[in-house]
C-alpha cells in the first residue's frame, strides 16, 4: 500500500487490450522504494512493457493507479528516464544532438556549452565520444542503444524504466555498461525499474526481482529479495554461497512454477492473490 513516504506505488493495475476475454494482467500491487533497483522478469508476453509503459505515463491501464511520490502518473514527464528495446533516437540529429536535446528539455536555462559537456560525459560513460558527430543510420544496433542509454541517464531522472536496455548488446560491452549503470546507482541513489530476460543480469543489479506469471490475468507471482551482499561484482558473482539458491530459485520459478500459477489463474484461482516474499538461500522451505 501507499505511504507518504512510498517513492512509486501501483494499485490494483489491470489491463485489457480487447473487450472480451482475460486481461493481459490482473491484481498487480507493487511498491517501489527510493533507491531501489528492481528487476521484472517473466516469460514474453505476460505484460512486462505494458507495464512499463504505464509508469512511463504512455500508456493507460484498464483498471488500478500507478503514483510517483504520491502524484497519480499521468503522461510522460522528464522526472522519468525511459530505455525502449527499440532505440527511438532522432535519425537527422547526430548522436551529440540526440543527447543535448534532451538534456536541453530538463535543464532550459543551461547555455550552449553546459549542455555539451553534461552531455558529452554521458556519451564517454557508454563509450561513444568519438561517435557523436554520426548520425543515427551510421551506428550499428548496440551504438544506438548505447545513445539511449545515454541520452536516458544524461536527463538524470527520479526513476529510470529500463525494458531490456541491454539486449541487443555484445557481451563485453553489456558488462560495461552493467558495471557503470551499478556504479551510478549506487552514486545516485538512482531508482530503477527494469525488464530483463537475464537472470545473472538481474542477480548482479537488483535489490529486488519481481517474478511474473504467464498470462492471460498475468500476477506477480514473487517478490525475491536478492540475498547477495550489494557490493556484487561481476567477476566473481558465481563464488558468492547465495548465487547458486538465488538463481536455481529464478530459474525453476521460469520453468516450473509460472506455469502451475497460469493454470490456476485461469481456473479462476487467483482472485485476491498476493505474492510470496522470498529470500532464497534464507527462507529455505521456499528454496527450490
Ligand atoms: N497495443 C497493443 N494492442 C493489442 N495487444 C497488445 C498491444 N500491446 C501489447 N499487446 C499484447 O499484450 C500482451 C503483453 O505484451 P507486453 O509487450 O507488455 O509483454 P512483455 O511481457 O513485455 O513481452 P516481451 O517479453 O516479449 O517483450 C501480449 O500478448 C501482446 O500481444
Redesign the pocket.
Known amino acids: 500500500m501507499q505511504t507518504e513516504n512510498t517513492f512509486l506505488a501501483v494499485e490494483n493495475l489491470s489491463?485489457s487490450?480487447?473487450s472480451d476475454g482475460p486481461p493481459?494482467f490482473d491484481g498487480i500491487n507493487f511498491n517501489i522504494e527510493r533507491g531501489e533497483f528492481v528487476c521484472i522478469i517473466?516469460?514474453?508476453?505476460?505484460?512486462?512493457?505494458?507495464?512499463l509503459?504505464v509508469l512511463a505515463g504512455l500508456e493507460d491501464a484498464t483498471t488500478g493507479y500507478a503514483y510517483m511520490l504520491g502524484r497519480e502518473i499521468k503522461g510522460p514527464s522528464l522526472d522519468r528516464g525511459v530505455v525502449f528495446?527499440g532505440h527511438a533516437l532522432m535519425p537527422w540529429m547526430t548522436v551529440l544532438q540526440n543527447v543535448c536535446f534532451a538534456v536541453k528539455s530538463k535543464y532550459p536555462d543551461w547555455n550552449r556549452e553546459k549542455i555539451a559537456t553534461h552531455s558529452k560525459k554521458y556519451l564517454e560513460m557508454v563509450g561513444l565520444v568519438n561517435a557523436e558527430n554520426k548520425k543515427p543510420s551510421e551506428l550499428s544496433g548496440g551504438m544506438k542503444q548505447r545513445v539511449g542509454i545515454a541520452r536516458a541517464f544524461a536527463i538524470e531522472p527520479k526513476m529510470l524504466l529500463l525494458?531490456?536496455p541491454f539486449g541487443a548488446l555484445d557481451a563485453l560491452t553489456r558488462g560495461v555498461i552493467q558495471d557503470e549503470l551499478l556504479k551510478i546507482c549506487s552514486e545516485t541513489a538512482q531508482t530503477v525499474f527494469m525488464?530483463t530476460?537475464d537472470v545473472d543480469e538481474a542477480i548482479l543489479l537488483s535489490d529486488k526481482i519481481m517474478l511474473?506469471s504467464n498470462?492471460p490475468n498475468a500476477r506477480i507471482a514473487e517478490i525475491v529479495v536478492n540475498t547477495l551482499p550489494k557490493d556484487r561484482k561481476r567477476a566473481n558473482l558465481h563464488h558468492d554461497p547465495m548465487y547458486y539458491p538465488m538463481r536455481n530459485h529464478l530459474v525453476d520459478f521460469l520453468v516450473n512454477r509460472s506455469k502451475d500459477l497460469q493454470a490456476k489463474g485461469a481456473s479462476g484461482g487467483l482472485d485476491g492473490y498476493q505474492p510470496v516474499i522470498v529470500r532464497p538461500g534464507v527462507d529455505e522451505s521456499h528454496t527450490h
Request: hydrophobic content about 20%.
Open positions: 489491463k487490450y480487447k493481459v517473466g516469460h514474453s508476453g505476460c505484460g512486462k512493457t505494458t507495464i509503459n528495446q525494458d531490456e525488464i530476460h511474473m498470462g
